[in-house]
Structure formats: C-alpha cells, structure tokens
C-alpha cells in the first residue's frame, strides 16, 4: 500500500448539519441523477437544501456516483469504506439493492451489475 501524499487525505466524510443526514444527501443526488439534472445544478441543490460548502456539494455529488460506478462492477471487493467514504458506501448499497439506480444514472453499466447482499464477505 502506498502512503498518502503530505497534505491529502483518504478521509471523504463532509461536514453535515445535525438536522440532516447523509442518506438524504445520497437520495437527493441518485434523484437528481434520475432526472439526468446537470452535476452543477444538482450541487447547487445540495448547498441550498443541506447548507453545504460548494466544495463539500461537489465532493458529496462525486462520492455519491463512485459508490454508484463502484456497485455496476458486481464485485463485493469495490465496496467503499464506511468510516472513510460513507456517501460512497451508502450509495453502492442503495445501488446494489435497487439495480435501477445503475441504469438509470450509468446505463452503459446496467447488465453489469450483481446484486450483492450483507452477508457478502467484505475483504479486510
């Protein structure tokens, strides 16, 4: 494993108002991407609905898709980390238990993906 360069980190949580949670910032961002709603647009939703910086919209719009991309492949080892990459987590599980999701925002990735459950080993 390499290291992290100085200055960067593995860490992709972002700042969230208690009154909100992030599994509402991943439905907002899989809706939007349902609607095929441009990621500008989309992170503008994010600061004006959840108060979030821009950057931390634009992290969250990211991190919401490569848990999306990360489910198409089928395989349990492209599981995000939860502690470090929940937004990733939470929507490769949504995406892999609604294969929909995948379709809807990566068609191209649609007859791809398999559905993997919980009791799928997670590599450590």
């Not at 910032?25 to 349902?34: A, C, D, P, T």
């Not at 919980?118 to 450590?124: F, G, H, I, L, Q």
């Amino acid at each position: 494993m390499t290291s992290i360069p100085s200055g960067w980190t593995d860490d992709m949580n972002i700042a969230m108002p208690s009154h909100h949670t992030l599994g509402a910032v991943v439905e907002l961002v899989i809706s939007f991407g349902r609607a095929h709603t441009p990621a500008a647009a989309t992170q503008r939703a994010l600061v004006e609905t959840f108060g979030l910086t821009d950057d931390d919209a634009a992290l969250a719009w990211d991190r919401v898709h490569g848990g999306i991309v990360r489910a198409a492949t089928g395989n349990v080892a492209n599981r995000p980390d939860k502690s470090k990459d929940p937004l990733a987590w939470t929507s490769f599980q949504l995406a892999t238990g609604d294969p929909s999701i995948i379709a809807a925002l990566y068609p191209q990735y649609a007859n791809r993906a398999g559905a993997l459950s919980d009791a799928d080993p997670v590599p450590r």
